[in-house]
């Protein structure tokens, strides 16, 4: 079956601090992989996407995301995390049939 | 370029209604994507249209129907509203299978 997981439901850093938001999927390939951020009652912004090759790839507001095959993960993270990155963030494979599956969010909040 | 567009921004209605939200397109893009998002959960597909056609479908009753106009621009509809049916409904626009670009979302309200 193919389903994607986000195990942190909420995360709270330190202005200035590290971040990894973890994502995990189970497909019998590898799916596309995408990244998004949503603040409050907004829509979706793409922040990075995964096809094929280079398996650290960049994004947008300095974010960047690691593909590894062997743990079927392709984890978000942010050397340095500034107040405006509070937000939901999803992480969303397609899975070969055109359209992305969500997972359930991991909610970021930053205090100073 | 303006991006994914979608109207009205929020929708109140009462329960048995029915409602009309409505998607333009990013400029150059000819697939339309609809999502529901319940609150306090991650997006979940309702359909895909492309070329007119409904492409695909996920888990959704048929009071959920849409449509794609030749100018790619879409709608959907809902009929008989179930309190459940309240959610921010996003629509998202794609070339062919290449990333999808979301709009900023209907919230609707069932009340």
């Known amino acids: 079956a193919q389903s994607v997981t986000q195990p942190d439901i909420h995360i709270t850093v330190s202005e200035g601090a590290s971040l990894e938001l973890r994502c995990n999927y189970s497909?019998?390939?590898?799916?596309?992989l995408f990244w998004y951020v949503q603040s409050p009652g907004q829509g979706l912004q793409l922040l990075l996407k995964?096809?094929?090759?280079?398996?650290l790839v960049q994004g947008i507001k300095g974010f960047e995301a690691e593909f590894k095959r062997s743990q079927s993960s392709f984890n978000l993270r942010k050397p340095s995390v500034h107040w405006s990155d509070a937000a939901e963030y999803f992480c969303a494979p397609n899975f070969g049939n055109e359209k992305l599956t969500f997972g359930t969010g991991t909610r970021l909040t930053i205090i100073p | 370029d303006a991006g994914v567009t979608q109207s009205p921004t929020h929708l109140i209605k009462t329960r048995g209604q029915q409602v009309t939200l409505r998607c333009s397109p990013k400029s150059g893009h000819d697939t339309v994507s609809w999502y529901q998002q319940a609150l306090g959960q991650g997006p979940q597909f309702i359909f895909q249209y492309y070329e007119e056609e409904e492409r695909q479908r996920g888990n959704f009753p048929d009071r959920f129907s849409g449509h794609q106009f030749p100018n790619y621009s879409s709608e959907l509809n809902v009929n008989a509203l179930l309190l459940g049916d309240s959610a921010l409904y996003l629509c998202a626009s794609s070339l062919m299978d290449n990333e999808q670009f979301f709009g900023p979302g209907t919230r609707l309200t069932v009340l």
């Open positions: 995964y096809f094929s090759g280079d398996t």
């Open positions: 497909y019998g390939a590898t799916p596309y």
